[in-house]
């Protein structure tokens, strides 16, 4: 077998899953140099709530963090993740600004881009695989894992062959709850490999403990990639560390060939970091770093749990959060056995909670459970409860065809309605995902002055509310 490669999501997905996305860009510079020197596959800094949280939390421009990690990381792969027809918002968006998204993270220096659906609706994947494939990109098209009795290693392979088909460069199996457990992480990569030819990349999270055991079993079985997040902010809900499973695999035929000591020179840097996070609570070791087998037995992302606790805590009904947890799963079964993760885990802990809050299953629904049992989101992979759409729905007709069909192309616009602020395409795509909070943000970035910043306006009626640690993708 080849060494085993190796993703870094310090500068993404570990500081998003642990301490809500709020990693500031010069806390990133410092180490990129001896980041860029070690020699990972890539190292995901850009996507997923990294774009709002810039905006909307840290007074930065996303599209500069980015040309700035670029410009200090000139020989490794940077690597983003996309939610497909989504972007990185939480609606659909036009084929146009989805292919004018893709064009522009390229050109500002994203090599690869990871790129997934909720639903693992492939129609929700396709433009933006094209667009990927079409200026010059790595696609690295994704399976959202989870288990079902419509999920299972037959519905895998025929997914990841027809992402191949699309022109997928790499399979991701996007763990994000951290259910694949050691025995079906071999059995499934065992299987994939049969059935495409493309390398296989696994992503996990730590949350129930169990996320080291599984990436040792896959290596084993032959995958190519895996992703890691250096110590400081890994494990727990986060991915595995990056130094544990180096030294693990020291001497085995999977040897990383990574330098555990450029490793832990990088990781000093972000012990740092962690400890600012930390004392400003953001980062709560006993929340996220303890692990909860839960997420096992209910599926539930770690981030998920928070948002339960928080929709909890603000209703009074801490007391409810066992009959909350327990009523996910018959959501869930209810509303064709979606993966969990955003937006969908969402919409379905939100509707669990409204569930047991008011005493009756399905008295009322949110906006966003009507829209997911209408078709709005894509194809749901399971059988849908016919008598709880109804309850939803009424006689309201139902999508079958893919929901970006039926949005008009919207880049003219979106340059019109944003020619007094925006400068640049970037800034008009940044409008595009989150008018009122990059409208804001543009306006202040031209016109600057001493006073302290306002607070963030509130999300628009097209954004939902959510803690920005709940994507744990």
Known sequence: MNKLMITETILR???????????????????????????????ECWG????????????????????QLRKAMPKTKLQMLLRGQNLLGYKHYADD?????????????????????????????????????????????CISYTTSPVHNEAYFVDLS???????????????????????????????????????????????AGTGSLTYLAAAQAGVDIVDCALSPLGSGTSQPATESLVAALQGSERDTGLDLKKLTEAASHFQKVAARLEKEGFLVPGQVLRPDVRALIYQVPGGMLSNLLSQLKSAN????????????????????????VTPT????????????????????????????????????????????????????????????????????????????????????LSYALFPQVAEKFLRERNNPTPKAPAEAPAPSKDEVRVLHVLDRA
């Open 345 to 428: 885990s969402q919409i379905v802990g939100t509707q669990a909670v409204f569930n047991i809050l008011q005493g009756e299953r399905y008295r009322s629904f949110t906006k966003e459970s009507r829209a997911l049992l209408r078709g709005e989101y894509g194809r749901l992979p399971g059988e849908i409860n016919k008598e709880v759409q109804k309850m939803a729905l009424g006689d309201a007709e139902l999508l079958t065809v893919r929901p970006a069909d039926l949005i008009a192309p919207e880049m003219d616009k979106l340059r019109e309605e944003s020619r007094e602020f925006a400068r640049s395409d970037e800034d008009v």
């Open 161 to 207: 062959q027809q992402m191949e088909k699309a022109g997928a460069d790499t399979i991701c199996i996007k763990d994000m709850a951290g259910l694949l457990l050691p025995e079906a992480a071999t059995s499934l990569v065992k299987e994939l490999k049969k059935h495409v030819k493309i390398p296989i990349h696994l992503h996990t999270h730590n949350t």
């Open 13 to 43: 997905d570990a500081h998003q899953s642990l301490a809500a996305t709020r990693m500031h860009t010069d806390e990133m510079l410092p180490a990129a140099g001896v980041l860029d020197s070690i020699g990972y596959w890539s190292i």
């Open 97 to 141: 600004v989805v292919d004018e998204f893709v064009r522009l993270t390229l050109k500002n220096g994203i090599d690869v881009i990871r790129v997934f659906d909720a639903l693992n609706d492939m129609r929700n994947l396709e433009t933006a695989m094209k667009s990927i494939k079409k200026h010059g990109g790595h696609c690295e098209a």
């Open 48 to 67: 997923g709530a990294t774009f709002d949280s810039c905006l909307r939390f840290l007074n930065e421009d996303p599209w500069e963090r980015l040309r």
């Open 317 to 340: 009904a801490m007391d409810k959060f066992e009959d909350v947890l327990a009523e996910v799963p018959r959501v869930r079964a209810d509303f064709g056995y979606p993966p969990l």
